[in-house]
């Protein structure tokens, strides 16, 4: 859950203002709020130093580590996840303008970019994701193909115009209804040519495609 002191607004990595330039100006328009909290994490992550690592599948950065947050209220996709994720998006990345919603430390941007995507949008309010999640950016100095948008995934997500991405993420807390609203609103705004969202493999969502990795799925809804 972001601090009581933190203003919700548009944050930028520097040097990634030209991503915008064309689609960003509406979206640092949106006003973000306090959102979640989000459950323990469902898939082990190596640990070392009191942090959390993951690694990039494949592509450009291929085995490189991503830092997590030292707490258990950001949940990271595990890899089993993302390989099989991204095996059935990869011919759609290649050049990609790639949305990652409820971002926690960017892993399916990050792995996105490493694929061949031309610039990666992350949403995320969590404090310590933000942290890690800048971070990874410049780790794998993509600042220029970046940008963090501090705000309500929900409320950036309502603003966006058709189109506007070739392929969008999102993974937010299994509690609660988000993912079936997502997909509502996508389904009257396809924001996106393909919209991927993982979900608990007990609570189905409407969707075109949804594939189960254990007691993880994710589903795919593509535009019309």
């Known amino acids: 859950m972001a601090g009581e002191n933190d203003t919700p607004s548009a944050d ?19 006003k973000g ?11 082990r992550v190596e640990r070392g130093n009191g942090a959390g690592m993951i690694r990039i599948i494949a592509g450009e950065f291929k085995g490189r580590r991503l830092k997590t947050p030292a707490t258990d209220k950001v949940r990271p996709t595990g890899d089993r996840v993302r390989e099989a994720w991204f095996s059935i998006l990869q011919r759609s990345l290649r050049g990609a303008r790639v949305l990652d919603l409820f971002a926690g430390t960017g892993a399916l941007g990050l792995e996105a970019l490493s694929r061949g995507a031309a610039t990666a949008d992350f ?16 780790t ?29 993420f999102a993974d937010p807390p299994y509690a609660g209804e988000l993912a079936a609203r997502l997909v509502a609103m996508f389904r009257v705004n396809a924001f996106a040519g393909i919209f991927s969202i993982e979900h608990p493999a007990d609570k189905p969502i409407p969707g075109d495609d949804t594939r189960r990795y254990g007691d993880t799925a994710v589903t795919f809804i593509y535009a019309p």
């Open 12 to 30: 930028r990595v520097h040097g990634a203002e030209y991503v915008n330039a064309e689609r960003g100006a509406r979206n640092a328009e949106q």
């Open 33 to 43: 709020e306090r959102l979640f909290r989000v459950p323990r994490s469902d898939f």
């Open 123 to 138: 949403v995320e309010l969590h404090r310590l994701a933000l942290a890690s999640l800048k971070a990874n950016i410049k």
């Open 140 to 168: 794998l100095a993509v600042e220029d193909r970046a940008a963090i948008h501090k705000v309500d995934a929900l409320r950036f997500a309502e603003r966006l115009h058709r189109g506007q991405y070739d392929v969008a």
